[in-house]
């Protein structure tokens, strides 16, 4: 059984650069939500997604931004990234009406030069 | 504003001895819901212990269980007969239970180091 996995695992980007990153959620899952955890911090909330729709959303600018497939398998994307945005980016899959229990993915590292 | 404080930003236990890690929230939700995750130097976050805030009897899970006092609004992690693996950093989360159902948004707390000492 297969559990969260996200890609790529890390990367380095320059300042005003876009990035994408990839998640598939658990077997049986249809709902990921994305966060951010800077280092040394707890990690924040971005949004949700269930059935290909934005569900519910953190304070985060409109710079960051997702989408969701029939697979269920959700990116997010980062426009004109800022060294701010350097950070761990995990992505939790959960199943809409269930018990509410979160998995998570390893993470994408990311750091903005 | 929901909020989660955890106060202890490092600890350290022998092995084989019980430790606690503290947590203490902020809501004016009737509903609520409690986690605690451990997050070792891969950076998965690991699922350890869930309370709902109607359940009666605090919740445990082998080593792992939750010393639940709901007036003083707090939520500690109590683990028994530490093992070396259990060096990780350790954070206490919330989630508001609405009437459409469970969401994905947790609220986390800063985290507390845990390092075992053989």
């Known amino acids: 059984d297969a559990g969260v996995t996200q890609s790529p695992t890390h990367l380095i980007k320059t300042r005003g650069q876009q990035v994408t990153l990839r998640c598939s959620p658990k077997?049986?899952?249809?709902?990921v939500s994305w966060y951010q955890q800077a280092l040394g911090q707890g990690p924040q909330f971005i949004f949700q997604?269930?059935?290909?729709?934005?569900?519910q959303r953190g304070n985060f600018p409109d710079r960051f931004s997702g989408h969701q497939f029939p697979n269920y398998s959700s990116e997010l994307n980062v426009n004109a990234l800022l060294l701010g945005d350097s950070a761990l980016y995990l992505c939790?899959?959960?199943?809409?009406?269930?018990?509410?229990?979160?998995?998570f993915g390893e993470g994408s590292r990311l750091t903005v030069l | 504003a929901q909020k989660i404080t955890q106060t202890q930003p490092g600890m350290f236990v022998q092995e084989k001895e019980a430790v606690t890690l503290d947590c203490t929230y902020d809501?004016?939700?009737?509903?609520?819901?409690l986690f605690w995750y451990k997050q070792p130097s891969s950076g998965e976050m690991i699922f350890l212990i869930y309370?709902?805030?109607?359940?009666?009897q605090n919740a445990t899970e082998g080593r792992y269980s939750l010393n639940f006092q709901k007036a003083r609004k707090s939520a500690n992690l109590v683990i028994s007969a530490s093992q070396l693996g259990d060096s990780a950093m350790y954070f206490c989360?919330?989630?508001?239970?609405?009437?459409?159902?469970?969401?994905?948004?947790?609220?986390f707390g800063q985290g507390t180091t845990l390092q075992v000492k053989p």
């Open positions: 989360a919330m989630r508001e239970i609405s009437s459409s159902g469970n969401t994905g948004k947790l609220i």
């Open positions: 309370q709902g805030s109607y359940d009666q």
């Open positions: 809501t004016s939700d009737p509903s609520y819901g």
């Open positions: 077997s049986g899952h249809d709902t």
């Open positions: 939790a899959s959960s199943l809409a009406g269930g018990t509410g229990e979160l998995f």
């Open positions: 997604y269930y059935e290909e729709e934005e569900r």
